[in-house]
């Protein structure tokens, strides 16, 4: 029997030459195929991952991911775990410090976001600036993006008292920003944080106070959306977050790399698959006309949102968490005729072939948008509740890849298809039709984000 070797042995046709590249952690080097030339003057071989499916592209221990069997951990502990034991802010503190917090560490954190909550009078300015329909996550990044005016020592990136400040603040100030935006789409006045209020209820508050003295948030759904919050805290290297690492990576300051996170979550194919549930279960109305629309979708003349996901073939451990919320903030709020839909929809679906032999299972997706609508938040504001959580596994992320000895600028190479060594035609020269004729056509967006 041959000795095993943990290396990959490839034999470039073109010239006969094999060469030997080394595996570590399952996968090979990129930069070790450069060595596979034609002759002495080529580039080189380089891979082509246009979305990068199937490229890793950093070394982390935040977040891991097993989407054949239903598995999602932080720092090693199960979501299951962090939910029913921790709260977000506890979290928030294990993704970016890597361990759990002890008691005094935990206290010691929960007080300095507590005292940061507040923003800058100037942000509430020009928040008031925004039009009265301005989209909330629109508001939302381009407040972040100021952040970094207000603060500009955090451009000193190797200073850890900045970096924990950072940290600090944003995890802080977001559900202010976001709760502000909010307002600011009603044309209500802002309502300014309560530091006697949990992280949860505090963001509650700020959203929905209105003329009493002091708001007292419901403990039911003070705790659904700080489980809300902790499921969406962090998902390895989704859109987002590799935006946050590839901004980043030019060592600008931490606020510039996590607004380019929010805009990455603006974008329909990330943070909007809730709201087009919401929109599906209304659409079928009653649950009589569930196998007609069942049908529609294997015959591809719809889709059924909320099921299905690029990493997990298996029910979505965070779907399964959410779901055991929904009753109790129902209870605490109205009955939904939407919960009915979306129970007997997902009954029947995994019961039939169809969707068990592509291991469509339900996403978190399935289930959050119907919590959201029973707190009666509107549809523009989920995708920002998702960014305020996710702004802690940004900052980790962001942290993690400053430490890393092995990052440096992202700078994605390409294969270029374009013409070249044209000759030069003067203006008068040109032949071409006179109306310009637009960009190119876009190609239609086929599926529904990944993240
Ligand atoms: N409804 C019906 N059919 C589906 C669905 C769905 N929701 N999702 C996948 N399929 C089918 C595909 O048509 C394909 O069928 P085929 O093999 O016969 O062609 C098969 O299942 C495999 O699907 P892919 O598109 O290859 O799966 P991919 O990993 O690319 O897509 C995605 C994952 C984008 C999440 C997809 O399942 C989807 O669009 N789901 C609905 C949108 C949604 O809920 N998104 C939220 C994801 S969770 C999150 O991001 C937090």
């Known amino acids: 029997m041959s000795e095993t070797k943990d290396t990959l042995s490839i034999t470039d046709n073109r010239t006969g030459e094999t060469y030997e590249v080394e595996i570590t952690d399952e996968t090979i080097k990129a930069m070790d195929l ?3 030339k034609v002759n002495e003057d080529d580039f080189g071989m380089m891979t082509y991952d246009p979305a990068y499916t199937n490229t890793a592209s950093c070394r982390s221990s935040i977040t891991y991911i097993d989407g054949e069997a239903g598995v999602l951990q932080h720092r090693g502990y199960s979501i299951e775990d962090l939910c029913e034991k921790s709260t977000y802010l506890e979290v928030a503190y294990l993704l970016v410090f890597g361990e759990l917090p002890t008691a005094p560490q935990l206290e010691r954190w929960v007080y300095d976001v507590t005292h940061h909550t507040f923003i800058h009078e100037d942000i509430k300015g020009f928040l008031s600036d925004f039009r009265h329909d301005a989209h909330p996550m629109g508001i939302l990044l381009g407040a972040v993006g100021a952040m970094s005016t207000f603060y500009p020592d955090a451009k000193d990136i190797d200073n850890d008292e900045e970096r924990y400040m950072a940290a600090i603040r944003m995890i802080a100030k977001i559900p202010t920003l976001a709760a502000f935006a909010y307002r600011h789409s009603l044309g209500l006045p802002y309502v300014y944080p309560d530091n006697d209020l949990s992280y949860a209820g505090n963001f509650l508050g700020m959203m929905r106070k209105m003329t009493e003295a002091k708001y007292e948030p419901d403990p039911r759904l003070e705790k659904a959306l700080d489980v809300l919050f902790i499921l969406h805290a962090d998902h390895e290297q989704n859109c987002s977050t590799s935006a946050v690492r590839s901004v980043g990576s030019s060592q600008v300051d931490p606020y510039s790399a996590v607004a380019a996170g929010v805009a990455a979550l603006y974008g329909p194919l990330h943070g909007g698959a809730n709201e087009a549930v919401l929109k599906m279960l209304r659409r079928i109305e009653t649950t009589d006309n569930i196998p007609d629309f069942l049908e529609g979708v294997k015959k591809r003349e719809e889709k059924l949102m909320g099921f299905g996901h690029r990493v997990y073939k298996n029910y979505d451990p965070r779907a399964r968490i959410i779901k055991s ?20 929809l997902e009954k029947r679906a995994l019961d039939d072939e169809f969707f068990t032999s592509r291991k469509l299972y339900p996403n978190v997706d399935f289930y959050s948008g119907l919590i959201y609508e029973a707190l009666n938040i509107p549809a523009d504001m989920f995708t920002v509740i998702f960014a305020i959580p996710r702004t802690s596994g940004w900052v980790a992320q962001w942290m993690e890849m400053n430490l890393d000895s092995e990052q440096k600028i992202a ?16 203006i008068g020269e040109r032949e ?8 190119p056509a876009r190609r239609p967006v086929k599926a529904l984000r990944g993240a």
């Open 325 to 344: 919320h929904v009753d109790e903030v129902l209870e605490a709020t109205a009955d939904s005729p939407l919960l009915d839909i979306a129970s007997e």
């Open 411 to 426: 700078r994605p190479r390409q294969i270029y298809t374009g013409e070249r060594d044209r000759e030069y035609v003067k």
């Open 432 to 439: 071409g039709p006179e109306k310009i004729t637009g960009p």
């Open 34 to 36: 450069r060595q596979i």
